[in-house]
């Protein structure tokens, strides 16, 4: 709700005119003025020294062949891009991405699945919720410990198998360049299935109760219900949890750098990024292939929201 | 044969169940036993944990010989330190920014309003992930690279969620409250400390909640900006623990554990409020 610009807010509300307010009108009015700008000073100067100067400086060193050391850097062009765009081993990697992205497809079927299954009487639903919201909560770098023990030779995982007779699985889970990146985006949806699920969840509670009290007395049955009244009813959540998934697919770092380093195929685009400024020390390249990502980003996000309208309205 | 239809339907009543809680018996399973493993083999001995498999348990469940390693030999004790000092710092910051930009924009009209939300809303869709190689040269330029601050600070500038929960919960302040004050004479900046932050609380509760776990769990900040030892956080201590404990893994397990306990005890403990902050937070 806008409230136009007036000054005279005094009369505007409902209380009756203030008498001895009126004659300090002037001085108030020129600090309301002004205070909205000291209030604003500090967050906008963190928002613009750390968001807008990088986004912009970026988009400088993206045409240069600066290598992030030396005092000068020569213009050009866009032989950055070009390279980008020719090299197949550095535009290649996204495809890595394609892992991830399946995985958030599994992840997100499977919040679905626990949040409706959950949304109806279950004992001891608490704990159930608990255990699988609450890895999303672990330490990323726990996780990839966790993990590296889980999938390494005779860890976790062979064992598991060894005790069900089926040996014959067992892989070189994470040395394997086939598989590493199935073991990877298993651990995503490990780590990240817990926030779909509460969020579908809270989605799908805010729906009212008689809603399918009367669609049980028309013989609805659960996928009736879940096809009809809840699947609508949470869409905003899950068209934001699609946009969120594929954006976060496109820029996997923690656990592929934390469990391999990027070894075995398993390198995705930042890391390679951050390689190649702070090993190589390609600050030019780096940062036009920091902006590739970036464009990217928005495009998806920006076709998200045109085939799935938020209606939710933010901040303004 | 409303009888036999009456059974048919409790049969299918209760296979749906059955499969509910074997999928759910299932979901825990795969949730739980990773964890669990690597807690056992934290309470192992060296060559216990060499001659045993991942499943059989400990011969002393309380040896905590190995925690002991890595609170010392693994500087832990330092991280938690070094996580605790910036968080303090971070979290403060963050409420204090936050509230005070929310109140400008949600209490205030001014000739810049708009273009300012924009501002706000347009840096949420950039990923701090993507600008990292030009953030470094800031943070560098500015003097901060390897010091606490560089962490504070990036968490500070790089908060818009926050913002957006002050100003949701704002909203639902009705303005009475602040034009009650103002009419006792108090100035904007007594409103906001008097008045508004503490009806803030909370609001502020869901943002130290969620911003809280966001700064004790990353890891990509400190890793970059922060690479002396000195100023290792839990999480690069942690990955450090990779090198020099390699062959370790009953040492690593407990630094993992130590890593996670807090977290586990914050959940239990606030279970109620950090389901509604993430659910809140999600919007952003």
Redesign the interface.
Known sequence: MA????PV?AGQ?G?PA?GP?RPRRRP?NL???V???L??V???A??V???????V??FW?SVTDWD?LSPTKEFVGFDNYVEIATRPELFGVLKVSLYYIGASVVQIVLAL??AT??SFN??FR?L?K??????Y??????IG???L??FQP???LD??LH?VRLDGLSQQWLGDPGIVNYSLAGTSI?RYLG?NF??FL?AIQSIPGHIYEAAELDGAN?WDQFRHIILPGIRP?VG?SFILAI?GSL?V??IPF?MTGGANASETF?IQ??NM??KYYK?GL??AM?VV??AI??LV?WVQRKVVPDE?V??? | MTVLADRRAAHRAWVAAALKYLTLGGASAVVLLPPLVLTMASLKTHDEFATSGPFEPPHDWLNLHNYAVAFTDGHMLRGFLNTSIIMAVSLAGTVLIGSMAAYAIDRFTFRIRSLVVALFLLATLVPSVTTQVATFKVVDTLGLYDTRWSAIALFLGTDIISIYIFQQFLRGIPRELDEAAAMEGAGPFTIYWKVILPLLKPAIATVVIIKGIAMYNEFYIPFLYMPSQELGVISTSLFRFKGPFGAQWEVISAGVILVIVPTLIVFLLLQRFIYNGFTAGAGK
Do not use: Q
């Open positions: 409230v136009r610009t007036n807010r509300h209380s203030i307010g108030r600090s309301r003025t205070t909205p700008y209030f604003l500090v967050p906008l963190f928002l020294v750390f968001t807008y100067i990088p986004v400086n970026m060193y992030g699945y626990f299954a959950l279950t004992r608490n159930f608990g255990v699988i919201f609450f890895p909560l672990i330490n990323g770098v726990a410990m966790i993990f023990f889980f005779g860890g976790t064992s598991a005790a490990w926030l509460v969020l809270g659960r959540v934001l954006s820029s770092f923690e934390i930042v990024t951050v400024a702070f600050f780096a940062s920091a990502l970036l980003i928005l996000t939710k933010d901040l303004s």
